[in-house]
């Protein structure tokens, strides 16, 4: 079992950057990949982004990619979502998620509590 727990959410201005962070707790962290999907109102759950467990690849959705960067800490059992050139469309609840093997962009396995993010014009 993995727990998360997401942190650096807030408000900030269209242009703006902001980074979130997720702590996982149990051991053989740089086992699992790990991503983040956000869910906007009235929208359905999306991905957003990836990484694999040892840090070597990541996978950005198109509308992000080129603006947020993820990274992790496997000694510190964290990954980091650089957010930059914030947009309104941005604007929603970010999930970090952990995959047990495979990562999908359709659904992970275990998700934290999510954190808000609003992005103001």
């Known amino acids: 079992q993995v727990q998360l727990v997401e942190s650096g959410g807030g408000l900030v201005q269209a242009g703006g950057s902001l980074r979130l962070s997720c702590a996982a707790s149990?051991?053989?962290?740089?086992?699992?990949?790990m991503g983040w999907f956000r869910q906007a109102p009235g929208k359905e759950r999306e991905f957003v982004t990836a990484?694999?467990?040892?840090?070597?690849?990541?996978y950005y959705a198109d509308s992000v990619k080129g603006r947020f960067t993820l990274s992790r800490d496997n000694a510190k059992n964290t990954v980091y979502l650089q957010m930059n050139s914030l947009k309104p469309e941005d604007t929603a609840v970010y999930y970090c998620?952990?995959?047990?093997?495979?990562?999908?962009?359709?659904?992970?396995?275990?998700w934290g509590q999510g954190t808000q993010v609003t992005v103001s014009s």
């Open positions: 149990g051991r053989a962290f740089a086992v699992y990949p």
């Open positions: 990484i694999t467990g040892n840090g070597a690849r990541t």
């Open positions: 998620a952990a995959y047990r093997i495979v990562i999908r962009t359709t659904h992970a396995d275990y």
